[in-house]
């Protein structure tokens, strides 16, 4: 495997682990304002949201700039998401919001491959991408139990800043913004992820004209 593959790796591993530990945080901050019961339940719906919204732009997106970039602005936008959390958006809104960079993410991860590697090592490159999210997702969520449980938590919020008041005030908020710093930690790797020299694709002016082509893909798909 080439070296920007394990950079790619790493930077999908981070960014998977700290997606599956906010969910853990905004269940928790839900519980914490009292929302109903219904709304824990509607997180992930709201995180899959832009994933079905947006199925027929997030690819051309992909391709329209390098796709270490496209990731980059992808965790951004889920960074933004945590800061949304943190004053006060509704954690639903927010979450979605995360969802959003998570849907720009997914297509620039798996795109990149075919860029980087040859056919030969794509089996076992999406391979290693899978099991590695598989173990992130196991990671995240204990991740996220550890950082909004009491002894975590406690430390946390014990760290005092002389002269800011973040107004981080519960094991939640404190949890989410631990989140951001590993969200960052992804985009650093975003940063290191090579150039593959493949020519970029712009996306067409007219936006809507994507939607007959990402219809005649997906009749072609389930006719495989």
């Not at 930690?185 to 020299?197: C, K, M, S, Y």
């Amino acid at each position: 495997m080439k070296r920007g593959f394990f950079t790619i790796m790493a930077a999908q591993f981070f960014s998977s682990l700290a997606d599956n530990a906010l969910f853990v945080a905004a269940v928790q901050l839900l519980r914490t304002s009292h929302a109903p019961q219904w709304q824990q339940a509607a997180l992930v719906p709201m995180f899959a949201l832009f994933y079905v919204v947006l199925a027929p732009f997030v690819g051309a997106f992909a391709d329209s700039m390098p796709k270490g970039r496209v990731m980059l602005i992808s965790n951004f936008i889920k960074v933004g998401g945590c800061l949304f959390m943190l004053f006060g958006t509704h954690p639903l809104l927010a979450y979605a919001v995360v969802g959003l960079g998570a849907a720009a993410y997914s297509p620039a991860k798996y795109g990149i491959l075919t860029e980087l590697l040859p056919a030969s090592q794509l089996v076992k490159a999406n391979g290693w991408i899978e099991g590695l999210t598989i173990g992130s997702i196991i990671l995240g969520v204990l991740l996220g139990g550890q950082l909004v449980g009491r002894h975590v938590s406690q430390l946390l919020l014990a760290i005092d800043i002389p002269g800011i008041n973040t107004g981080i005030n519960n094991p939640a908020e404190a949890a989410i913004s631990v989140l951001i710093f590993v969200y960052l930690l992804a985009a650093w790797f975003n940063t290191h992820i090579p150039l593959t020299g493949v020519l970029m694709r712009p996306m067409p002016k007219r936006r809507l004209t994507l939607l007959p082509d990402f219809w005649t893909c997906n009749a072609r798909l389930w006719r495989d």
